[in-house]
């Protein structure tokens, strides 16, 4: 079902944005990483590993869904401005 104009999705209402810095688990170890791109529900991240399993796995990228991540560090991100309506003189 398509979203409607006035609707959020998942990731608009989670808390992390591209450039964050966060923590997530991959066969329950622990890695941190930096977010690179938002989908519905999830966001991409790219992680160093130096375990060759994990790296021809996962290429030093994963998707995880948000509820699963935890913030490091926030990047400063500049608030988005809601168009202007033009007035007539």
Partial sequence: MPKKNDEQTETELSPFDIGDIVGFKIKKEDFS???????????LISFESDDPDIIDSYHNKTVVNWKELTMIKQVP???KEEPKEETED
Wanted: charged content about 30%; proline content about 7%.
């Fill in 33 to 43: 990483g930096t977010i690179e791109k938002a989908y519905k529900n999830s966001f």
């Fill in 77 to 79: 991100h500049p608030k």
